[in-house]
């Protein structure tokens, strides 16, 4: 470096200046225009053509199969390969740059090898110049308009340092020549003067001394504060341009470069801590760039005037003085606001700058100890970005590009804003889409940030949330975490008024909804139906005439089906539309949702009124349906699905004749028509076997064709043992509905006979609860065997009766279950000891349920009824019965009820009258 | 609160006078005295004790079965009493004194000697 102090160039001159400008361009030599056929047959021509069209690779290959016999031309025409190569948008950045470093290495490698070649000083300036303004550009950039931490700092200053060793070799170069060309005799100087020589020297001096500032500035700006070069440098610079003041005092319209120089010098005393006289420069470059008329020359130096309005700001901010940086904030984004160009990374400049001036004010603040000052200020810098990001989900997209290109790996989480640690999560998704091998780090990272945020910037950054929870749910699903995905999905589409993507949210969720769903091994898993259904049902709410809605409500009704709410069901299966793939299906579907609900509210309220809508429903959709059906097997009777569709045909009318034996609709007859019309119309459907017996039985029970009820019964059970018990249960209870109770005698023949019926299904209820491989729970099996010793009580076999009743009632003891939960079988017990005659072995049972119940149990009044009437029976004195009759009439005036009072009453009339007649002893 | 339960422990100790047991080798017996030997289903009459707020005094007494009842532990032996004379009841009718938890045991002491004094021969705490 203390090799610049001896370059020496002339004095900077007007016409040495002009060349600044060119800098920013590439320069072309112009060559007169050659014949045709010369120009077909020129190889300089060919290459020219395939650079031109982008044919870099070709041109490569070319170059290699047929090198110019110069070697010097070969080395330059491969660079300029690579310079095309690294000029190509199509391919990406990593390429590019490397093709650019390429490019250098060839030229450095060609001063080395020719270190006397007259275009040495060019092939110098043009290494430094592309080292700064090409491999090192977008580093540059992002250090000096994002105000953002460089991540490859170390790259970017041996870039920069490769450029200021280069020019300060093209300095002592330059200096040499010149000594060479003082040495020569008149004639010599004037014949290198007539061949343009010294004049290329000449314009080289400025040229390259003005680059060399740039450099030293560049090469300080990665560089620590504690880093004596970057002092000495800038320093150097410093002396430099005040050794060269017409850089900063000629016009602009005659130098075109006072502005980028102002900048230059404005930069550079602010990296000295010079701030006032960096305010001055700076403040003079923005002010200067306001006269340009010049529409093309404004474009030209647009990158100093944007750079020169941000250094002003910093410059603020550096000293503390954040209203000043405000102020000037505001006259930038005015002068970007009045351009031409509004573009996003014009705007974003802005906002992250704004950004930078709140993070230094709560910086300032939290030292001083105002944290709920400091809070703001920081909810105002991420804020100043976010209301850019809020614009449109484009903007958003290149915001978060951006913030995820400057957020220094290294900084903890928590100290990332809101919207860096949204943008973050969006980057690493993206990067784990790129980069497969690290997709499942990115994607955990992600899952950490994620729910960090959740945790910490929920309340104040809601707007981000839904944003935040569909990214999560992607990274989930990306990580095979399907449930936890559908949940965050679920979440985010909970968003739907202000979140975008809140459809595609919800369609992702119930699609993994729908795939836990069906996982074999997931089902019976209650808590993956009640996820899908969410899913489901948020998709269908809030999206209700969507595409995907109108799709998924056929699964929705399916589900709605499936988990036995079938009213419901039917109600979306009708509202699916006529073009969904499984349309006719869901007509069927239909029909069979409303005939499960009227059986099911058949079964639920036999007493109350037919629902006659639902009726109504059942009948028309099946019509629909049979139609329908019809209409496509004529259609298309070689489909694949004709099977299926058959199928449902044939269960159509299995299906009315389940209804028509209902107690509301009551039709056994149509009944058993129907299903007559079945067995012709459809022989191989033996799937349907168990309910077409189902059917039958309970039809011929409704007939009072009860012995052909109970014939039927063996085939019902073998033909659908899975399924057989909810309806014996129910033929059971309507077969004893209309009898007396356990303790009355029956009261007529058909009553008899009913009676055995229930006999007969109470003992096929219990031999299939015990049949081989029944995996009925116990308790059930218990109930089975008291429903079954009842309906022996019932039909008088009162010595099966109390077998029955013993051995439930000793389980019961022998269990330790307490006499309440017992009662049913204790009294079953006694009451067929008492019908028996064996006063004395009921009475006990009897007192123990009389004086163990409460007397709001009805049992409790039998028991104490039975109790004295054995007491009766067995002539026990009678005042002790008259004693209990008169206390409880006394207490209960009621007596368990009209019935028991009768009886009570009888009884203490029979008793006064032994009593009186005095024959109990 | 372990003082409180000591000395009603001790009260009712001395106070108690319990049912003695009504015979042996029953099982024994023939079938018919066997079946003799079942209690009739009679019932208490069942007195419960509550609170009614925080003051000494502010407790109440009801009965099962009875509309009325005597506000006070004072006029609960004449009560016990003209019950006794109803049918189905006499002074061997079991009596169930049934006292919420926060009941001063003044008030408990009090019904006991209340049914003492009424000549009930069968006197029980229940659960409430």
Known sequence: LANHKLFSVPVLGTAGIVFFGALMYPCYAQSAPKPAEESRLSTAEFHAGLKKRGLTDLLEQHVKDFPPASPTEASLLMRDVKLAESADQSRSFAERQAAIASANDILEQLIADRPQDPSRFEWKFSLAHSLLHRQAEPFLTALSYRGAVVRERDKLLAMTSRAVSVLAQLADDLRSEYDRIDALSIGQFEKLEANGYVAQLDALGPRSEYLTLWALLYDSLPRDDSDSVRATQLHDLLERITAHPTLIRTPHEASRVQVQALLLTGMTYRLLNKHHMARQHLERAVALSKDIDDEQELQRIDWAILLAWLELIRNEVDVGAYDDAMHALGKFREHINSGHDQALTRQLMVALAERGVFRKRADTAERSGSQDRAAQYRREAWNAVARLADQSPAHRDAIYSTLYEIIDPKTPISQLDPLEQSALIAGLLSDARKHSDHAPALLDRVVLVGERFLDTHAAQASTLIPEVLHNLGVAEYRRGRTAAAAQRFIAAAEYHATFANALQAATFAVQLGSELYADPALINHPEIERLYRDALELLLKNHADSEPAEYWRFYYA???????????????????????????????????????????????????????????????????????????????????????????????????????????????????????????????????????????????????????????????????????????????????????????????????????????????????????????????????????????????????????????????????????????????????????????????????????????????????????????????????????????????????????????????????????????? | MIDVTFLLLIFFLVTTTFERAEGILTSDLPDVSGAQAVPLPLSPIVLRLTQTGPGHDEYAITIDGFDSAPKTTKDLSHFLREIQQQPGFDAQTPVVIVAQNDVRWDHIVACWNAALNANCERIAFGQP
């Not at chain 1, 009451?831 to 349920?849: H, M, S, T, V």
């Not at chain 1, 007397?855 to 029976?873: K, N, Y």
């Open chain 1, 558 to 921: 399916q589900l709605l089906d499936e988990s036995g709410n079938y009213l419901i069901a039917a109600r979306q299966y009708d509202r699916v539309g006529d073009r969904h793939e499984h349309h006719l299906v869901g007509l069927f579907y239909r029909t069979r949702c409303l005939a499960r609900f009227l059986q099911q509210r058949a079964e639920d309220a036999p007493d109350q009124p037919a629902p006659t809508e639902e009726l109504s429903a059942f009948f028309k959709t099946r019509n629909d349906f049979i139609q329908s059906a019809r209409r496509t097997l004529n259609t298309a009777p070689s489909s694949q699905d004709t099977s299926a569709l058959r199928s449902m045909l044939a269960e159509t009318k299995v299906l009315m004749a389940e209804v028509q034996i209902l107690a509301f609709t009551n039709h056994p007859k149509d009944a058993l028509e129907s299903i007559a019309g079945f067995e012709e119309l459809h022989p191989d459907e033996t799937g349907l076997e168990g309910r077409i017996w189902r059917v039958r039985m309970l039809a011929y029970e409704k007939l009072g064709r009860l012995e052909e009820a109970m014939s039927v019964l063996p085939q019902y059970i073998a033909s659908d043992a899975a399924n057989a018990a909810a309806t014996l249960q129910n033929l059971y209870l309507d077969l004893v509905l209309d009898l007396n109770g356990l303790h009355e005698p029956l009261a007529s023949v058909s009553a008899a006979n009913r009676s055995d019926a229930a006999l007969a299904v109470a003992q096929a209820l219990s031999n299939w609860s015990e049949r081989p491989g029944s995996k009925f729970a116990p308790e059930g099996r218990r109930a089975l065997t008291l429903q079954l010793a009842e309906a022996h009580l019932r039909s008088n076999q009162l010595d099966r009766a109390a077998k029955l009743f013993a051995s439930l009632a000793t389980e019961s003891n022998s269990n330790g279950i307490r006499s309440v939960q017992s009662a049913p079988a204790i009294l079953g017990y006694a009451e067929a000891l008492y019908r028996k005659g064996d006063f004395a072995a009921a009475l006990p049972r009897f007192n123990q349920l009389a004086t163990g119940l409460n007397p709001g149990d009805e049992r409790r009044w039998q028991a104490l009824l039975r109790d004295l009437q054995c007491r009766d029976a067995l002539l026990h004195p009678p005042q002790g019965i008259i004693r209990v009759i008169q206390q409880q009439n006394r207490l209960h005036p009621k007596l368990g009820g009209a019935g028991y009072a009768a009886q009570f009453e009888k009884l203490l009339r029979a008793c006064e009258r032994r009593r009186d007649q005095g024959t109990d002893d």
